[in-house]
């Protein structure tokens, strides 16, 4: 919440694991934006710890309502599977011949109109299908 309010805007990623039974959110860059985003932190007066594979970040001014943020990024994945899976078939007489339904939800997905992250979020819907976890 900290990077992603004060350094740079990125898109938050959730995923849910069951082995923790916990839903964790993410951001992700490539490492070209490292050197970067790590100047915008020098001159935002943030303290820069580096290791190997690690890098922490802090001084950022204390602020609360973590869970809060957490819940409205939930919400926005919510909505985005909702309509991702919008996209299947729930009519059987609207099936293509020769078909299976997971077919058809591919078929029928509009990847040409949709972000990237659309895209990684219709994906994950369809594996969770396939693993039986929807």
């Known amino acids: 919440m900290l990077f992603v309010e004060n350094i740079k805007s990125y898109q938050v990623t959730q ?3 069951k ?3 916990a839903t964790m959110v993410y951001i992700g860059f490539p490492d070209s934006n ?9 001159a935002l007066d943030l303290h820069i710890e580096k290791s190997d594979d ?3 970040i ?3 001014e204390v602020q609360n309502g973590f869970e809060e943020w957490k819940v409205k990024i939930e919400e926005i994945h919510l909505v985005a599977a909702e309509n991702a899976l919008d996209y299947g078939v729930t009519d059987k007489s609207t099936k293509t011949p020769g078909f299976t339904s997971l077919e058809e939800k591919i078929r029928r997905f509009p990847i040409a109109n949709k ?5 990684q979020q219709f994906l994950y819907e369809l594996q969770n299908q396939i693993n039986g976890a929807l």
Do not use: A, Q, R, V
């Not at 490292?34 to 020098?42: A, D, M, T, V």
């Open 15 to 17: 995923k849910h694991y």
């Open 19 to 21: 082995g923790i039974k």
């Open 58 to 60: 802090s001084g950022f």
């Open 54 to 56: 690690l890098i922490k």
């Open 34 to 42: 490292l050197n970067p985003l790590i100047e915008k932190c020098l």
């Open 115 to 119: 972000t990237p992250m659309d895209c």
